[in-house]
């Protein structure tokens, strides 16, 4: 595994505890993403399916009950674990998990009808490997839908680690660099699914509400746990100091966000798919 890689596995191995702990609140606040990626897949009873950077759970867990069968894949053990327990919990004997990377996924030509990734496919290397690893395991005629996050500049981020990334002035990275806004630039990752070789391919921009439903102290105590990795990261950024004034703005940030029942901060994103 390559230095890279093992730094992701390592952050999302520290992240996989609070994701576990918060994942019935995050799927709840993500909803209308979700709604949207598994318009995108289009699902059916006959279909077997595969998820991919599966985290705790979206939307393997939702999609598995529209599906004959369903494999969710991580390249992080302990969130392929937090799935395998929340599908024995919730009876969904179709739902099976295995440890992937999705850049050399451990299946054969042509076995799903159906593959899915949110908010996963940015953090490869070498996306393009990955798309064509899609490609090889969809049978003809199969399917593949994503979503990504669109440009920084919007509600969601404004009101949260955008604070701490406008105060820590980290150069932007460069445009083939993974990061959460790699497919940020409308159409690339149609693109990059036409250079995969996928004949049919569609992308669409969506605003999307995303309202917490609980107070901004609450939507700060999750949001603070869940992305506890790179928060420490600007900590040391920034310094204790500076950082302590990032917390404050971002908390204010929330309470103006506040309806008196959510915190309703919009999300932009794309959502694309392609068929073999
Ligand atoms: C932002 S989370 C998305 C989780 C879930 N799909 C969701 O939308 O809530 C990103 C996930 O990508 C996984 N990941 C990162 N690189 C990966 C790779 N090369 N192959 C498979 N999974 C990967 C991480 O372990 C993490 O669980």
Sequence with gaps: MNAYKEQVRQEWTESAG???????????????????????????????????ACGSGVPALPLARRVGSLVATDLVPDMVKIVADSARAQGLGNLTTQTADMEALPFEDAQFDLVTCRFGLMFCPDYGQALREIHRVLKPGGRAAFVVWAAPDQPFFNATSGVLMK?????APPPEAPSPFRFAKPGSLSDALSRAGFAQRDERTHEVSMPFHGTPAQMWEVYSDVQRAIFRRFEVALGPERYQDAVKQIRANLEAHFDGKSVNTPARIHVAWGVK
């Design 18 to 52: 609070p994701w576990g702990r918060w994942h019935a609140r995050f799927a709840e606040q993500f909803s209308g993403v979700t709604e949207l990626l598994v318009a995108a897949a289009a699902p059916t009873r006959e279909m077997r399916a595969l998820d991919l």
């Design 167 to 171: 105060l820590a002035q980290l150069p």
